[in-house]
């Protein structure tokens, strides 16, 4: 099977999910600004987050099936099982949000950043047993980036315990990390192994 | 007509209906984990169920249109009724799912999914007029697959009159039956009867 | 502008509006068979009419542009215009279906049907007008069909000052009269003038 | 990163935005013409405008990425940032219809708009610093309209001050400026410096 139309149809749910998740953002109940602050405030901050999170999986995705020309039946389900994880997005912002961001909810939603990020590992490693992947090693190299964003998901759900939105912080951060800092260290990164910018 | 244009449609339409299933999942009542099992923890297991359904449609459907080139009308209204019986999955899951596994609910499920069956069953079989469907009969055999899920749905349609839940379990049953032993017998197979790979 | 870019934004649309008209299916209100049949029998066929007419636009709007490998400002905008009011159909089709084929509603469905059909007619002379259109006519023909529809479209809205279900014939039939007869007269039609089936 | 695959996902996002606005249109309560005016009528309106405005930013979009082959992880950021200011249109525009054009939502579209075309503004800067750019300059020009535009929504959220349906009519004109006038002067825009006609 052609990576091609696995990326034309992940690329189409995709574009769905980023786009879906605008129609949980209810209007404001009147015509003032508070009303707008009140209920969309933080309705817009965490429609936001999320839509940095399916945007840098877009990124990501593309440059990973760029490296191999043909996938296999595993490759396939593996990605509808990381498509599956980014579609339940709108629902745990969703939820956090209307409950302005109370403990379960706020862990629920570090859960399903962590079950995405386990799901997109373990696409990662059903195209690395690829025989057609022979440059994937050397372009990807070790994913820090993969393995650290598991990490601070933990510790976000970690720290909701204490008060939910210091869970938060290291949510943003996440997304930060992945926007950010490939901007500045762009050139080096790319001279030193190859890399590709998110 | 070339395939590839039909093609390209459907995956939008797929993928729509894929992930727009998630738009029927409301959120919980509550901040509490409670609140998440009591409404969102079927509705969670029946989403899966359907989106395992359309992975397994979208890359039948794939496999099928890569060895035919062109197709007629009839080709075409064929797979726009396979494509009508697939968007009312949201529907009839979104049913079933807030009547809670009630007996008329999970047969009307099961009759959406007999239809769907039937309506990509008549769609092989125009495919399999067509004159450039040369190599058609050779790569996809006898189909036993797709119709054994027949049986199977009318099983559990049959086995709803007795327990609707007993009848969920041979609709589960079809889902593992296309995505598991595909993967043990996967080399099997293609030396077999070159029968692509779910 | 070269065409393929066009009809790929056209056919995500029309996937989209052929598969969200499934959201205004409201779940029946109880467990039972006729629940669905008090709340959803009238919404399934008015979907099913909806479902086809735009199926049917989508295999009009794919010949269409095959003839043409280029477009201008013009038509692209024609081509929105269309696009609009095909995006009307979920609205007009779930107020005919709420109101359950109320006089103005189904009037209104029918202005929505003859609106898209003008729409697409002026489409149509777009491209006509076109350099590139060189084999247009000979492949179209007089397009009796297309103008047909618009008289049974104005016929049904005749038809339901007497009685609404009355004017809803004349639109069961233009679909009918795309769907069907094609079928038949296929291989007559395309010795004759060459007109592509539907 | 090939400029193909951006423009692919953008044009899946922009016919998912332009389409699920129709959501937001609720059907009328009751079976009277009265009923779609009091309910729709501006609702109509604000949908028209807002799918013109997505219309435009496709054919817009589309335009850019003729010239460029190639893109990097900046440009494809400051294009993610553009598809979120415009998958806040259905949101936007919703409010500022349920409020029937009062003060603050009508404001807070034009302040939606103007997020849009600084977006737009940004990612013309980072496409124009790409190597691969070459023709650029020579192909869009000063790109007057853009900056008017810009100072046209400015007018329009100061006329909301005064009258919020004041301010409606500069948003209006930007959508005309970019519909109608590029019909009348294409040729002479084309002769005079190649300007891509909208």
């Not at 709108?90 to 386990?118: K, Y």
């Not at 964003?149 to 510790?155: K, L, P, Q």
């Amino acid at each position: 099977m052609k990576s091609s139309r696995l990326e034309a149809f992940s690329d189409g749910v995709l574009a769905i999910i980023i786009t879906i998740m605008v129609l949980e953002l209810h209007g404001p109940e009147g015509p003032h600004l508070q009303n707008l602050w009140d209920k969309a405030g933080l309705s817009l901050f965490t429609y936001l987050l999320s839509f940095v999170y399916v945007g840098i999986y877009w990124s990501n995705h593309h440059h990973l099936f760029q490296v191999v020309p043909h996938v296999d039946g595993l490759v396939l389900w593996a990605n509808l099982h990381l498509l599956f994880w980014l579609s339940l997005y709108p629902f745990t912002t969703s939820w956090m949000d209307e409950e302005r961001l109370a403990r379960t909810p706020t862990i629920i939603f570090g859960v399903n950043l962590i079950g995405a990020a386990i799901a997109y590992w373990l696409l990662v490693g059903t195209i690395r047993r690829l025989p057609t992947s022979g440059h994937f090693d050397e372009v990807f190299g070790a994913d820090w980036k993969g393995r650290l964003s598991i990490v601070f998901y933990a510790v976000g759900i970690g720290l909701c315990f204490i008060k939910p939105w210091l869970g938060v912080l290291p949510y943003v951060a996440v997304a930060l990390m992945w926007l950010i800092p490939d901007r500045r260290v762009e050139r080096w990164l790319q001279q030193r192994d190859e890399m590709p910018v998110v």
